[in-house]
C-alpha cells in the first residue's frame, strides 16, 4: 500500500465515505482487481510474485480499512452517549418545600414555652355538650354569661344541648375529671363562634387554655407565670398586667393585658393610647369549678387562662389584619 492510499484512508471522516473508498481500492473497478485480472498474460515466475504482492497489498488496505472503520464507530458512538446523556447532577428538585403554617409555629412556640415550664398539653373534643362548655364552669343555664359567647349549637340531642365549643375552658373539666391533682397543663385547640370575620375576629380560631391546680396556689402565682410567659414569647421589653373582670369560672378574675408591642406603651391607634394590648382572660379557678369535678376547694385551689394564638401572632409579627391568616395568600405566608 502507499503512503497515498494510506494518507486517503486516515484522512476519511466518515462511515459511507468509508465504504465508498473500500469500493474504489478494493471493489470490481479497483487498481488491485485490475491487476489481477492481468496476473494470465504473466509468466509463470511473475505471476506467482504479481501474486504475492496483491495479497499483501490488499491486506494491507484492508487492515487500514479496518482500523479506520473502528475509529469512526468509536467516534460516531462516543457522539451518541454525548447526545444522550443525562446530566444526572441537574436533576436537582426545584420543589419549592413548604413550612408550617403562623399559627401553628405560633401554637408549637406557645406549647415549648410552657412545656419549659412544667406543663403538659391536653386536647379535648371541639364538639361539646352544654355541660362541659357552660355547666361545669359554672355558668347555670339562664345565666347572663352565656351571652359572652355567641354559641353555634349542633342538631344532636336535646335543643341546645350540644354545641361546638366557644373556648377551650371546658377542656380544664376534662382534665380535672382525669387526674388528680397537682394539675399543670395547657389545652390549646380551635372553637367557634357565631362571629362575623372583620380585621379583628373570625368565627373560628384558637385558645390555649392554662390550668394549674395544687395546695396553696395564689393569685400571686397566676401573675408571676403570665409574666414570665409574656417575657418568654415577646421579649423582656414586654410587661404584663391585670385588670379586673368577670368570668363565671373564676374568681376572682382578671383581663391579661401586655405593653403594645406596637408603640411599645407610648400609645397609638392599634392599643387605643393606652400604651396596653389585651391578650386573654384568667383567675383563680372558682370552688364551684373544683366542686363540679370532685376537687376538695378547702384543700385545692388552682388558676386558670386562657388566650388567643391568632392574636398573639399577629402582635409578634405586626400584622394587622386576622383575615391575613385565612387567606391563604402565599405571599403572605412565605414570610413566616
Ligand atoms: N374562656 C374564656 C373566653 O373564651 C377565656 C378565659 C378566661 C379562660 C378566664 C380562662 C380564664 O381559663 O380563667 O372568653
Not at 155 to 162: H, I
Not at 264 to 291: F, I, S
Not at 306 to 332: C, Q, S, V
Amino acid at each position: 500500500m502507499n503512503d497515498e492510499i494510506a494518507a486517503r484512508i486516515t484522512a476519511t471522516g466518515t462511515r459511507p465515505a468509508l465504504a465508498e473508498l473500500t469500493t474504489e481500492l478494493l471493489g470490481k473497478k479497483s487498481d488491485l482487481s485490475a491487476r489481477k485480472a492481468r496476473l494470465g498474460t504473466l509468466s509463470p515466475e511473475e505471476r506467482k510474485e504479481e501474486g504475492r504482492r496483491l495479497n499483501e497489498e490488499r491486506e494491507a488496505i484492508e487492515a487500514a480499512l479496518a482500523a479506520r472503520r473502528a475509529e469512526l464507530e468509536a467516534a460516531e458512538r462516543n457522539a451518541r452517549y454525548d447526545a444522550e446523556r443525562l446530566d444526572l447532577t441537574e436533576v436537582v428538585p426545584h420543589l419549592r418545600r413548604g413550612h408550617l403554617h403562623l399559627v401553628t409555629q405560633t401554637l408549637e412556640e406557645l406549647e415549648d414555652i410552657f412545656i419549659g415550664m412544667g406543663f403538659t398539653v391536653a386536647e379535648g373534643p371541639v364538639v361539646e355538650t352544654d355541660w362541659y362548655n357552660f355547666g361545669a364552669l359554672n355558668f347555670p343555664v339562664g345565666h347572663p354569661a352565656r351571652n359572652m359567647y355567641d354559641t353555634l349549637y349542633v342538631d344532636l340531642g336535646e335543643p341546645e344541648s350540644t354545641v361546638l365549643r366557644t373556648h377551650t375552658s371546658p377542656v380544664q373539666i376534662r382534665v380535672m375529671e382525669d387526674r388528680e391533682p397537682p394539675i399543670y397543663s395547657i389545652m390549646p385547640g380551635l372553637v367557634h363562634r357565631r362571629d362575623t370575620t372583620d380585621a379583628s375576629h373570625l368565627p373560628n380560631f384558637h385558645q390555649i387554655e392554662g390550668l394549674v391546680v395544687d395546695r396553696g396556689i395564689t393569685f400571686g402565682d397566676l401573675a408571676g407565670t403570665l409574666d414570665a410567659f409574656t417575657h418568654a414569647y415577646f421579649g423582656g421589653d414586654i410587661a404584663s398586667r391585670l385588670r379586673p373582670s368577670y368570668f363565671p369560672f373564676t374568681e376572682p378574675s382578671a383581663e391579661f393585658d401586655v405593653t403594645c408591642v406596637f408603640c411599645k406603651g407610648a400609645g397609638c391607634r392599634t392599643c387605643g393610647k393606652t400604651g396596653w394590648l389585651e391578650l386573654g382572660g384568667c383567675g383563680m379557678v372558682h370552688p364551684n369549678v373544683l366542686t363540679n369535678v370532685g376537687i376538695d376547694p378547702e384543700e385545692w385551689s388552682g388558676f386558670a387562662f386562657g388566650f388567643g394564638p391568632e392574636r398573639m401572632a399577629l402582635m409578634k409579627h405586626g400584622i394587622n389584619d386576622i383575615r391575613e391568616l385565612i387567606t391563604n395568600d402565599i405571599r403572605f405566608l412565605e414570610q413566616f
